[in-house]
């Protein structure tokens, strides 16, 4: 069955370690996003990817990095966690269309916690 | 830029009476709308989207949006809420920004069904 899929689904890490987020798809989708949810908050726009190689920032400022070396597979690092770095991520992605024109397929979101 | 705006932080409905959950844009041309639900715990699924052509769009779960451009709205109905309808909604609004096409959510509703 094609979806997305994000793990780990929980996360609980003391500061300064190394995470990695991970996100595949089966869709075949080019363009893959990672937003930051926070309750009460609209969703943020972290990173972007509209193909293999290709990484862009959003509007969000974060100090997570992404990569994207095979279309199904958009990895999100975060390289010393802090508590501020506590959310809720969710990955999605979308076909080659004008502004999501399909929609987005969203995973189930990582709820990360840094103690 | 675009925005969206949700007014209804928290509304309450008993099961069978009929929703109506609000959103307004801002965006200088015509905008791609869309409506998610997010259920406790999960990513965001697609309910339904509006591009252009039928101003009454159907979607998923028996939802509903019209688009009203003299009013800059998008409202989610539908005619009888089951129990399981109850979730956090998000309206969101997509356009082409310089190359990179943009979605912004709104804040979000949280919908809770009542006996």
């Known amino acids: 069955e094609a979806d997305i899929y994000q793990t780990p689904r929980y996360l609980v890490i003391g500061t300064g370690k190394k995470i990695t987020l991970e996100c595949s798809q089966t869709m075949g989708h080019d363009k893959m996003y990672w937003y930051q949810q926070d309750p009460g908050m609209e969703l943020h726009l972290i990173h972007y990817s509209y193909g293999v190689n290709s990484t862009e920032k959003g509007d969000l400022s974060s100090e997570s990095t992404v990569s994207r070396i095979r279309t199904e597979h958009f990895p999100l690092t975060l390289e010393s966690a802090r508590p501020s770095h506590t959310s809720q991520y969710l990955c999605a992605s979308s076909e080659s269309r004008a502004a999501g024109g399909g929609g987005y397929t969203f995973g189930s979101g990582t709820r990360l916690t840094v103690v | 830029a675009q925005s969206v705006t949700q007014p209804d932080i928290h509304i309450t409905v008993s099961e069978g009476a009929s929703l109506e959950l609000r959103c307004n844009y801002s965006y200088g041309a015509t905008p791609y709308l869309f409506w998610y639900v997010q259920s406790p715990g999960q990513g965001l699924q697609l309910l339904l989207k509006?591009?252009?052509?039928?101003?009454l769009v159907q979607g998923i779960k028996g939802f509903e949006a019209e688009f009203k451009r003299s009013q800059s709205s998008f409202n989610l109905r539908k005619p009888s809420v089951h129990w399981s309808d109850a979730a956090e909604y998000f309206c969101?609004?997509?356009?082409?920004?310089?190359?990179?096409?943009?979605?912004?959510f709104g804040t979000g509703t949280k919908l809770q069904v009542i006996p």
């Open positions: 969101a609004v997509g356009a082409a920004a310089g190359g990179y096409q943009k979605v912004t």
């Open positions: 509006y591009f252009s052509g039928d101003t």
